[in-house]
Structures are given as C-alpha cells and as structure tokens.
C-alpha cells in the first residue's frame, strides 16, 4: 500500500490487533521502540540491584553478603547486562521510535524484522537471567568471558552456555534493528530531507549503526568460537585461538562503547540546542567527526590486548590518542551551543549540563589507559572499573536520563515531573561521583577489579566504603525516577491533567511538528510535514512564515535551502 | 550532488575503515585480523553499493511510502524457534524437534496473508 509522506490515518492504518496482543504483534515503529525502551529499563533496575549486591558484599573488608561463587556470577551479569541488554539496545531503541519521525517518514524500514530483532533481544535477556535459576548458577567468567576460563573445562554447567545463547540473540536482534535504522536514514527520508539536513540524533544513529553493521559480526564470530570450545576445550590449547578470540571479542567490544555513546551525546546536543534557544553549534563539523570518529572507533580495540604482548601497541595507542581529535570537535561544538545561548535549567538540561565534564572524566582517563605505558600499570585494577563506569554511567546513562525527560513528554503526552526530576538529578550527581572517583584511587593503590572481598590491611576499607555509599544515593535517586515516571503515568490514565502543548519545549526537529503522542501514521493533514529548510526545521518555521506573509522579505532564519513549491507540493 | 550522498556516506565510511586498515598493516598485525577487518570494509561496501542500487532511479527523498499492512505475528515464534536452536547447543539436539516447524510456522504464516494479517 502506498500512501502518502502526509496521509490520513484512516486510510492507512495497519490491520493490528487491539490491546496486548496488538503491542505484541506489532509493525508500528513507535511500539516497538517504546517496547524496547522499556524492557531495557526495566533491566536497567535489575542491573542496578546486582550492582548494589556487589557494593553491599564491598563496603567492608571480609563482607560475608554473598560467596565468591555468586560474586563472580553477579559482576558478571551485570556487566553482561549493562552492556548487551541495557545501554546498546535503549540507544538502538532511541533511533527506532525516534529516527522515522525525525526525517519525515510515516514508518520504518523493514517493521516486521525489526519486530524479531525486539523478541530476539528479549529471549536473549531471558536466557541470560535464567542461568541463576539453574544448579550451576549463571555464566561467572565476565562480560568478555575470556577463553579458557570460559570454557567448559573451568566454567562447567550450563549457565556460560546460556550466557552464549543469550547474549548471541540479543546481538542479533540489534543488527536487525541497527539494519531497519540506517535503511530508514538513508532510503526513507521525507522531501526537503536532505542528509546534511538530519537533524544531530539522526546523524549519530546513522554512524551507531554503521558501527554495529561493522563490528556485532565479529562478536557472533567469537561466540561461535566459544561455543566450539565448550564443546572440545582443546581448542584453546593453542594460543592462536585464544588471541584470536580476544581479537574478534573486542573488534566488537571497543566499537560498541561508542555505540552505547554517540545516541547519548547527540541526544545531549539536541537538548543542549533546544535549551540554550539557538541552533546547535558547528553543525556539519560535528557530523564529519561523528564520522571520523566512529571509522578510528572501530581502529582502537588492541589496545585491550596490550599486555598480552601480542598485539601491535604502537598502533592501537596512536589511534587511541587520535580519538581526542574528533572527540574534541564535538565538545567544541556542545561548549559553542552553550556560549550565547540563553540557557533555561529544566531537568533534560541538567542531565546534559553533567554529562560534559563526567564524560570528559571518563574520556580522558581513557586516552590514559589508551597509552601502554599507564596501561600496564593499571590493567585489571579498579582504574578501569572507575573510568568505563564515567563513560558509561556518568557519561551515557546521564545522557540517557536527558533523553528520557526531553522525550517523555513526545512519547506519552504528559510531562515528568520537574521537582522530582531535579531531585532524581542531584541525587544521581552525588551519587555517581562518590562511587566512581573512589575507584580511581582504589586502582591507584593497587585493587584488582573482580574481586569479592579483601583484607583489612590493604588499606582499600574506606574508598570502598564511600563508593558503596555512593551507590546507596544512586539507588535512592533511581527510586525516585521510577516514582516520577511511575506518578505520571498513573495521572495520565486517570485524567484531570492540563492539556499538554505538543512541543512544550519548543523544541526544534521534525517530531515535535506532530502531536504528542505522535498518530500511527507520524504526521496527518491535521499535523504534517512543515517545509523542511534545514536540520532545525521548527526553528526556521516562524521566519519562514513571516517570509511567506510578506514580512521581511527575502530574508529565512536559516542558510539552508528553503523548500520550493516543487518539493512542498508532496508534503 | 545530494542525491549521491546516502550511499556516499556509507562508501566513505567504509573508506575510512580501509585507510585505518592500511595503516595498521604498516605497524604489523596477525593475518587473522587483516581477513576479520577487510571483510568488515568489503561489507560496507557492499552496503553501500545496495544503497547505490536501491537510490539511483529514484529520488534521494521520498514523497510516497510504502507501509506494511500485515502484523508482526510471526517475529514471537520465529524467535523462540531461534532461542530453542540455541538451547539445543546446551540441552541437546532433540530441541530441533520442536524449533524448526516452529520456524516454519513463522516462515508460513509470514508467507501468508491470511494468516499475517490484510493487506490493505
């Protein structure tokens, strides 16, 4: 059926089932990112209380909380679970809902596969959990799981199998869905949407899924490895496979922390721009570092392996520092937004505001680990577990939490609450920083990261005990983000909310020229397509009306091409 | 100019990778990871070709759509066929038995409008 850029949903509506059942089955891409949004959250929290287990059993020295048998078990599927099943599939998620809206389109590329790339993820989240319901427990070797402790010889029992299943679908479910993105990016953009006229998310989930087309095949090609080594453990008898493994493993591994970075950073800087009442700054060099940034992200992973000796270090280190090239771009960019904007501190702005320096933090002692010299000092210490959890968490989970409360209100109409939503922020500030910066001075006095418990002569009992309290703040802090969404929904069902503005934010990309939520069909005669004449289309909106009454004549608030009646004509 | 940018993009990202991989092969580096990496940059060429081939008759944007009329009933079972195949790595090959008419009751009830859902 062909319809339409702007059609009337009544023609064109999709044959779905109503209730349950219609979620379940359906193509709607707005559906299955809200579904993929939300089970990624609800496992958010389930990470969150591994996560506070393990403080709990560190806060002191000798902690009896829980043997180092479940230790193993817990740190490894959390990490597992932030990685593969929390931060890669919300910001995938994030593109699913948003990228159609974003460049004009009344649906995604490939629905239905996108719909078995959700339900790939969620049986993969599934059996990876299932692993602590069976006798053995779950998989213990790691989010990495190195060979040969991950094969059956020193990891028995079914649960690293399960591991494997799970953490294979799931990367599966996210080509299928990485797939369905870039192919609406580049083949289903509305008219007047050119490329250079994608809005800064867009971009960013254009380069996340060229990285995960290039980079998750190597992962499934290191799981079919482990697999096969489960099977006959002699395989990694030879060393060749062992290396091998850890370079296919983090051929995957480095790319997808960007994966679980640009969504964010971009979502940063929509907010940042709408914020700060302005277009975002450097524009088009922003996008070419997205570019160039992403093509060295996928040239850095060895620099896992410098102290296997067998990796070229030479290298891997130069292009580790290089990343500070177009990493700085975009800072200059984010800080350029920031000066002569007139900022306005809602809550999606604070999350913005902190993720600059967290994730320069995160980021810079990456550049340090990213030298063999401080490598070698540091691998496997509690400096790595401090730095990738400010890139992560402090960084990507803040960036998160921003396009959470930016695009709330898109999503379901109703705005989050802001004194919670403030609450939420300082709580998570505190919070982050009292867990994480104590680690970094663990790993400075020598900590070994994965271990569950230590002596009382080490000298490590009070910066652990700091950071399990920072944990503590950062669970109260994501109890009240579950109340604050939790309340808001409620008051939706129940009615008696003032009507909602549906861009409240005046923001300015194409998804907020719709209703909030936005209708099957994404933009309605009622609702459609304004002209697109840049990658802030509802920001020149005002301009160009005044334009087309006559008004300041000649003159459009944006240097991008204004859309001729040619191009209108099929709006 | 435009027109060639969506696959242009893909052509020279892939670009990229190969001139990161041409780097690396002047530092040294294990076979395997010129074949794991070239492969990668070959792929996204060949991306970038399907997009080539799917745009150069057409516009670079799009004034109509083509929107599916039929539900996504068949992803669940389609999935829980591939978690069984998976399972049978661990619980043994007889979980076969039930994953692949599983898969093929997904693939037919893809195949199948009446099943899938109407076309509209």
Known sequence: ?571 | MNKHLAYGVVAFWGLLNGLSLSVLAIYGEASMVYWLWGGVVALLELVAFTVWLSSWRGSDQHANYRVTARTGAPALPAAIAVLLAGLSFAYGFWLLIVSLPLLAIALGMAAMPGLAGKDV
């Not at chain 1, 287990?53 to 679970?81: C, K």
């Not at chain 1, 053995?136 to 799981?145: C, D, I, T, V």
């Not at chain 1, 975002?280 to 040239?299: C, D, E, P, Q, R």
């Not at chain 1, 896992?304 to 090239?325: E, K």
Request: hydrophobic residues 50%; contains cysteine.
């Open chain 1, 1 to 571: 059926m062909t319809v339409p850029a702007t059609s009337d949903p009544a023609d064109t509506r999709t044959a779905e089932p109503d209730g349950w059942l219609g979620w379940l089955t359906t193509t709607d891409h707005k559906r299955i990112g809200l579904l993929t949004l939300a089970t990624s959250v609800v496992l958010l929290f389930l990470m969150g209380i591994l996560a506070l287990i393990m403080r709990g059993q560190l806060a002191q020295p000798g902690e009896d909380l829980i043997d180092a048998h479940t230790y193993n078990q817990v740190f490894t599927i959390h990490g597992s679970g932030m990685i593969y099943l929390v931060m890669t599939p919300f910001a995938i998620g994030l593109g699913v809902y948003l990228v159609p809206l974003q460049v004009g389109a009344p649906a995604l590329a490939t629905p239905r596969t996108t719909l078995l790339g959700y339900w790939l993820y969620v049986l993969g989240a599934l059996s990876m959990l299932c692993g602590f319901a069976i006798p053995s427990g779950a998989a213990r070797s790691g989010w990495f799981s190195y060979p040969p402790l991950a094969d059956s010889d020193y990891s028995p029992g079914a649960g690293p199998d399960l591991w494997v299943i799970g953490v294979a679908m799931s990367a599966i479910g996210i080509l299928l869905m990485a797939w369905a993105v870039l192919w609406t990016v580049l083949r289903k953009r509305a008219i007047g949407m050119t490329m250079l006229r994608l809005p800064v998310f867009s971009w960013s989930m254009v380069v996340t899924c060229l990285m995960v087309l290039g980079a998750f095949p190597s992962l499934l090609a290191a799981l079919v490895l482990l697999a096969l080594g489960r099977g006959d453990p002699a395989i990694f008898d030879s060393n060749v496979w062992n290396i091998g493994y850890q370079h296919l493993f983090w051929f995957y591994g480095h790319p997808v922390v960007y994966v679980m970075f640009f969504p964010y950073l971009a979502a940063v800087a929509e907010v940042l721009a709408v914020f700060c009442g302005r277009r975002f700054f450097g524009y088009k060099a922003t996008v070419l570092s997205l570019l160039v940034f992403a093509a060295l992200s996928m040239s850095v992973w060895g620099h896992h392996m410098f102290t296997t000796g067998q990796a070229s270090n030479d290298y891997y280190s130069l292009t580790s520092i290089l990343l500070t090239v177009p990493a700085g771009a975009e800072y200059f960019g984010m800080l350029g937004t920031l000066v002569g904007g007139r900022i306005v501190f809602r809550t999606p702005m604070l999350f913005a505001l902190a993720f600059i320096p967290q994730f320069l933090i995160g980021g810079l002692t990456g550049i340090m680990t990213g030298t063999p010299v401080i490598d070698y000092h540091v691998t496997d210490s509690y400096f790595i577990v401090a730095h990738f959890h400010y890139t992560l968490f402090a960084g990507s989970a803040f960036g998160l939490f921003a396009a959470v409360y930016y695009w709330f209100p898109k999503v379901t109409g109703v705005m989050l609450d802001e004194r919670l939503g403030k609450i939420h922020f300082w709580l998570l500030v505190v919070g982050a920083n009292l867990t994480f910066l104590p680690m970094f001075g663990l790993g400075y006095k020598g900590m070994p990261r994965r271990v569950n418990t230590y002596s009382s002569v080490d000298g490590f009992g009070l910066l652990n005990l700091l950071a399990s309290c920072g944990a503590a703040v950062l669970a109260a802090g994501m109890i009240v983000f579950a109340v604050n969404i939790l309340r808001s929904l409620l008051r939706r069902r129940r009615g008696g909310l003032a009507p909602m503005p549906d861009n409240p934010w005046n923001a300015h990309t194409l998804e907020w020229a719709t209703s909030s939520p936005p209708p099957p069909e994404n933009f309605t005669p009622d609702r459609p397509l304004p002209p697109i004449t840049s990658n802030a289309p509802l920001l020149d909106l005002p301009m160009a009306q005044k334009e087309a009454e006559g008004a300041n004549p000649g003159k459009t608030a944006q240097p991008g091409e204004p859309a001729g009646p040619a191009e209108r004509s099929g709006l």
